[in-house]
């Protein structure tokens, strides 16, 4: 674990594996859910605060996610992004959806996908979920596409509303943006690439309730 250390909690008895994990923002809405959270990068993330496990994840999740009640994956999203054919050369970032999906639907094992809107558009994931912070009452606008092993359903969100007292990203404000999507632990240059907790804290609401479900 690294050593940003939070209070002890009990978990709802599952594990948790996010694959791809950065400095961990969508490690903490499983968290709070209740999972035991690991998480997995090809680059070091000193300030995960959870197990963290330096590896490329498509390995690790081939050799270790069969052991985890649930894999989520946000396989880099640079060669999508509209940012980067802005600012960029979309063709020199990997694509890695199609391998990622294929590893964590090989594990057996429930599965969330997350990337930018833009994938969505292009037909790369299908958009069970679309997320913004506002929906949240965060204020910051921030899309984000959610592909479930389950489809979608649950419970609904209300749609976006992107008001005028919204905070933009800009590098001279991201220290205000960081802390309005929840991610007050990371560095301003980690958060560039974070997605606020709450979405992966609503997502685990909905995969925990369609499981008890089923299970009834």
Not at 63 to 84: I, K, M, N
Request: with cysteine; hydrophobic share 40%; net charge neutral.
């Amino acid at each position: 674990m690294n050593g940003h250390a939070l209070p002890l909690r009990r978990p709802n008895g599952r594990r948790l594996l996010d694959l791809c994990c950065g400095a961990g923002g969508l490690s903490m809405g499983y968290y709070l859910a209740g999972f035991d959270v690991v998480g997995v990068d090809i680059h070091p993330q000193p300030n995960y605060p959870f197990t963290f496990v330096q590896a490329d994840g498509l390995d690790y999740a081939a050799q270790h996610g069969h052991a985890f009640d649930l894999v989520h994956g946000s396989w880099p999203c640079e060669r999508y992004a509209a940012v980067t054919r802005w600012r960029g050369n979309p063709e020199s970032h990997p694509d890695l959806i199609g391998s990622g999906r294929q590893v964590m639907q090989a594990t057996g094992r429930p599965w969330v996908l997350e990337n930018v809107p833009e994938t969505a558009a292009a037909g790369l994931l299908r958009p069970d979920y679309l997320l913004c912070g506002t929906q949240f009452g965060l204020k910051v606008r921030r899309h984000r596409v959610f592909e479930t092993s389950w489809g979608g359903g649950g419970d609904l969100v209300p749609p976006c509303w992107h008001h005028k007292g919204l905070l933009a990203f800009a590098h001279k404000a991201e220290r205000a943006y960081a802390d309005a999507m929840g991610c007050t632990w990371m560095t301003n240059l980690e958060a560039r690439k974070a997605v606020p907790p709450a979405y992966t804290h609503w997502i685990a609401a909905q995969f925990l309730t369609l499981e008890g479900s089923a299970a009834a």
